[in-house]
T-cell receptor, first 111, second 116 residues
Framework: ELKVEQNPLFLSMQEGKNYTIYCNYS?????LYWYRQDPGKSLESLFV???NGAVKQEGRLMASLDTKARLSTLHITAAVHDLSATYFC???????????WGAGTKLIIKP | GAGVSQSPSNKVTEKGKDVELRCDPI?????LYWYRQSLGQGLEFLIY????????KSGLPSDRFSAERTGGSVSTLTIQRTQQEDSAVYLC??????????????FGQGTRLTVV
């Protein structure tokens, strides 16, 4: 059974700092997604990672995938308040429709 | 439409009543998904549609839950005889197709259901 674990589940940090959110999963998968959710809002797709060593960057966010370690990271560089949100990773299951979700990391960035 | 639209955005209902939640996916998206998100939790998969067909209903929590999709477009999730444990945010998502690895799902804003 595929399980997805994110850590930390809660992170409070100051603007300007760097930090990393981790997403571990228990069995092999061919796809991993990162989503952002603002309070009371929809989930917004951030990154789609499909291959070992894949790295994608958008602004201050960078996501990477190590399929051998079954680990993805979401790195935040020089955080700004606008990045405060809950970040979810989701890992593809055996079926092409199946996504297993992490519990989310609630990120608060203080000005 | 421009995005996935869900209605109502909020629903408060009495225990034992039936509720119907609606999802209007992005035009042209053949795949549609329903998820449930409880407070502080990740997403729990409920059911997906490919066109009007729902091949896997095993994610539905109980037989009080049912879903249908008509015309390859609008979907409704119905919960009969609601219980307090049904309280959650119900999210709908759509994507262009299944089986395409880089296809991302686009989410609606959800329906917050509160059973009192």
């Amino acid at each position: 059974e595929l399980k997805v674990e994110q850590n930390p589940l809660f992170l409070s940090m100051q603007e300007g700092k760097n930090y990393t959110i981790y997403c571990n999963y228990s069995t092999t998968s061919d796809r991993l997604y990162w989503y952002r959710q603002d309070p009371g809002k929809s989930l917004e797709s951030l990154f789609v990672l499909l291959s070992n060593g894949a790295v994608k960057q958008e602004g201050r966010l960078m996501a990477s995938l190590d399929t051998k370690a079954r680990l993805s990271t979401l790195h935040i560089t020089a955080a700004v308040h606008d990045l405060s949100a809950t970040y979810f990773c989701a890992v593809g299951g055996d079926s092409n429709y199946q996504l297993i979700w992490g519990a989310g990391t609630k990120l608060i960035i203080k000005p | 439409g421009a995005g996935v639209s869900q209605s109502p955005s909020n629903k408060v209902t009495e225990k034992g009543k039936d509720v119907e939640l609606r999802c209007d996916p992005i035009s042209g998206h053949t795949a549609l998904y329903w998820y449930r998100q409880s407070l502080g939790q990740g997403l729990e998969f409920l059911i997906y549609f490919q066109g009007n067909s729902a091949p896997d209903k095993s994610g539905l929590p109980s037989d009080r839950f049912s879903a249908e999709r008509t015309g390859g477009s609008v979907s409704t999730l119905t919960i009969q005889r609601t219980q307090q444990e049904d309280s959650a945010v119900y999210l709908c998502a759509s994507s262009l197709a299944l089986g395409v690895l880089n296809t991302e799902a686009f989410f609606g804003q959800g329906t917050r259901l509160t059973v009192v």
